[in-house]
């Protein structure tokens, strides 16, 4: 098949995108999944969509693609142009523009009456023009009253189909709106399909500690929200991010979880399996599957948010019981902010003032080793650090003698 | 669904197309413009041959259209769904949209579904009649290209008054807040929207162009990474919103630079500190001072605990 640009299954296109982004140092040959024609396709589309923000660097003999970006600088996510790229058929296309064309001004017509608008009015004018079935035009009508473009009227066993233009909503007024939340909300993507009607967009809006990337979950996220809105279950196909094997789990999906400070987003759901809350990848999912009404979505979601009082992260621990943490920091007269830190950072627990340079927060958490690298994070403030997990004082300790061997000398070496 | 051609780049430049050939304008030269700046790099190769060769019989061969009205599509229920559930948004009373036309549409999700489980607690203000006032005012002078009089509070409490250019809005998720970025005569400066307690627009022209003043620039940041305990995903996705290049060196080990603001240096310690021993900073030196400072200071309060 020919070379295109465009895609008929993003799926195909994910993986590739992620791995230029985010890893951006494996060379053609460690694209081992397809076939090596597979990869050059990709990266070609990759690059006719991204193409000022693609990279090389060579390796030895190999040359290494990646995309890099700092996305502090830009007003918009260029990854969202993967989503803009869905192949379509010659008929796709030019139903597309008859279809709404011959519906403009209110007017609503039979699939009979189209179909005779669309040789008289439109395909006359063509030589050897593309012919439509009455089956091909009433498919494509199917589609888009499902995707909203379209309504139908019924008047006794007469169909007829109209736009749905009324009430309209005024875009222009959103602008401002649209260009913010584009970048910032729950599949923002559709804010950009949003803009792409737009003239004039503001391009004032700039973004810190941007994650583009969870943007190629898009699809996944929204389904998994409509199946969260309407409480039906789902089956899900996840992929293994570490064998890649492939598997699947049915569960009723209660919230998405989101890391603001890496991006990563989670569904967290009722598992029927285990009979357990539990979180799952959202960029480890393949394929999901919609089920039936789940009549017990209001008792699942009361057991989340009670899970949910003593999670750090996304993390249940190993076993039922909570893990008590204390950790006591020293703060200089001129660092309040410091304290600010703990009490703006702390997701659980409390923050108690010992004496003018000394503060100690406390929490009950279901898995404190989710916490060390924030603990980290205190490295040169910490008088004390006590936790009912072993692992979690040891591993900091570990961690703090191989960062000596890292950066310092031998003196301070902890015995 | 959200992946489907009607939400496409082609779909969006034939629009456009046609739009110009609605009114009778279109010409060879306009036709390759418009697929030039709107679609993909290779765009040129498929969209004008296939509405040339009538693949597409949307144009006649006199580059007129067989449609009669310019192209437009109707909102999607997927686009009116999420534009209600923004509606739901804290943050919507800062732009105040008009909601007509979507009074009798479901929200795609409620807000309560997303929990951001790491998201800084003391975020902006987003209720405040002040604070939004001041919000739309800022959009007000950066719509307008106006100059505006703030004032604000440091972080020291200290009582600024300055007449500046703003140039964006920035918004950070992680810490849940707005920052205005704007030039003064001497300075760039950025300022917590939460701090700013008065804002208004100077009526007569700007007198500040950007700043001649040399940007200030940004630092590079070389550190080894161990791939331990999953380490090179979690730290390549932790920082991939910088601009940066990974280099894989023997199994297991990789190199990585990116390039940081200078006033973004301290977050950026914290946040290297957070990986702990998997990270080993090479460079810049300063940087690996202030590491070895925080390393040697924590070994000393846990020798002196051990002592005491």
């Not at chain 1, 990563?264 to 919609?290: P, T, W």
């Not at chain 2, 279109?26 to 498929?46: G, P, W």
């Not at chain 2, 003043?213 to 305990?229: G, H, S």
């Amino acid at each position: 098949m020919a070379y295109s640009e465009l895609i008929k299954d993003f799926e195909s296109i994910r993986a590739y995108m992620r791995d230029f982004y985010v890893y951006g140092f494996k060379s053609r040959n460690e694209y081992d999944k397809k076939s090596a024609r597979s990869y050059d396709n990709e990266r070609r589309r990759i690059e006719s969509w991204l193409g000022e923000y693609m990279s090389f660097h060579y390796t030895g003999n190999s040359k290494n693609v990646f995309l890099s970006v700092d996305s502090r600088t830009i007003s918009a996510n260029p990854l969202y142009k993967a989503f803009k790229a869905k192949s379509f058929t010659n008929k796709d296309i030019t139903l597309h523009f008859y279809i709404l064309d011959m519906l403009e001004e209110g007017r609503a017509l039979t699939v009979g009456e189209m179909i005779e608008e669309i040789n008289r009015k439109y395909l006359h004018y063509f030589d050897k023009p593309i012919s439509f079935d009455e089956s091909t035009v009433r498919k494509k009508l199917k589609e888009y009253v499902s995707i909203g473009l379209l309504c139908v009227e019924k008047k006794g066993r007469e169909v007829r189909y109209k736009r749905t233009d009324l009430p309209t909503v005024s875009l222009t007024s959103w602008k401002d709106a649209l260009a913010f939340y584009s970048e910032e909300s729950p599949l923002g993507i559709i804010g950009s399909f949003l803009l792409d009607r737009l003239q004039g967009v503001p391009d004032f809006f700039r973004f810190k500690h941007h994650y583009m990337v969870h943007t190629l979950d898009s699809d996944i996220l929204c389904q998994l929200l409509e199946a969260i809105y309407t409480q039906q279950r789902v089956k899900l196909t996840i992929t293994n991010l570490r064998n890649a094997l492939e598997y699947q789990r049915s569960l009723c999906p209660l919230k998405i979880y989101v890391s603001t400070q890496s991006g990563r987003q989670y569904l967290l759901g009722y598992h029927y399996g285990s009979n357990r809350i539990a979180f799952f990848r959202l960029d480890a999912i393949k394929k999901v599957e919609i089920g039936c009404k789940e009549e017990c979505f209001s008792r699942y979601l009361q057991l989340q948010q009670k899970f949910d009082q003593h999670l750090w992260g996304v993390s249940r621990g190993n076993t039922q019981a909570l893990e008590h943490i204390e950790m006591t920091i020293h703060v200089e007269n001129d660092e309040q902010f410091i304290v600010q830190r703990l009490k703006r950072e702390k997701r659980h627990g409390t923050v108690e003032m010992i004496d003018e340079h000394t503060y100690r927060f406390v929490a009950d958490v279901y898995d404190a080793t989710e916490m060390l690298p924030w603990l980290r994070t205190f490295i040169g403030r910490i008088v004390d650090l006590q936790c009912t997990n072993p692992v979690v004082e040891k591993g900091f300790f570990e961690d703090l003698q191989t960062m000596e061997t890292l950066y310092g000398d031998d003196k301070h070496a902890v015995s | 669904m959200l992946f489907h051609e009607i939400y496409g780049t082609y779909f969006q430049v034939v629009a456009d197309i046609l739009t110009e050939a609605v009114q009778g304008c279109l010409t060879d030269q306009r036709l390759t413009n418009i697929v030039q700046q709107k679609a993909f790099a290779e765009s040129t190769l498929s969209i004008p041959t296939a509405l040339k060769k009538q693949e597409w019989p949307l144009l006649t061969p006199t580059l007129g259209t067989v449609v009669h009205h310019k192209p437009t599509m109707p909102l999607t229920t997927l686009e009116k769904r999420w534009l209600k559930a923004l509606l739901l948004d804290k943050r919507i009373a800062l732009f105040q949209p008009d909601c007509t036309g979507l009074e009798d549409v479901e929200p795609l999700y409620q807000p309560e579904t997303f929990v951001f489980f790491d998201q800084y607690t003391d975020g902006d203000p987003y209720t405040d009649t002040q604070y939004i006032q001041c919000f739309q005012t800022i959009l007000q002078a950066l719509h307008e290209k106006k100059m505006l009089k703030v004032e604000f509070f440091t972080r020291t409490y200290a009582k600024y008054t300055i007449f500046c250019q703003p140039n964006q809005l920035e918004y950070s998720s992680k810490d849940d807040k707005f920052r205005l970025i704007a030039f003064g005569k001497q300075n760039t400066y950025t300022i917590n929207l939460a701090r700013i307690q008065s804002c208004e627009i100077m009526e007569e022209p700007p007198s500040i162009q950007k700043p001649v003043l040399p940007r200030q620039k940004q630092k590079e940041l070389t550190f080894l990474l161990y791939n331990q305990r999953n380490a090179l995903e979690r730290v390549l996705l932790h920082f991939s919103h910088f601009h940066k290049e990974t280099t894989k060196l023997d199994s297991g080990q990789y190199r990585i630079k990116l390039h940081y603001h200078p006033d973004d240096e301290t977050e950026l310690l914290i946040r290297v500190l957070s990986f702990g021993p998997m990270i080993q900073v090479e460079a810049p030196q300063e940087f690996i001072d202030l590491l070895q400072e925080r390393v040697h200071r924590q070994l000393d309060y846990f020798s002196k605990n051990r002592t005491t």
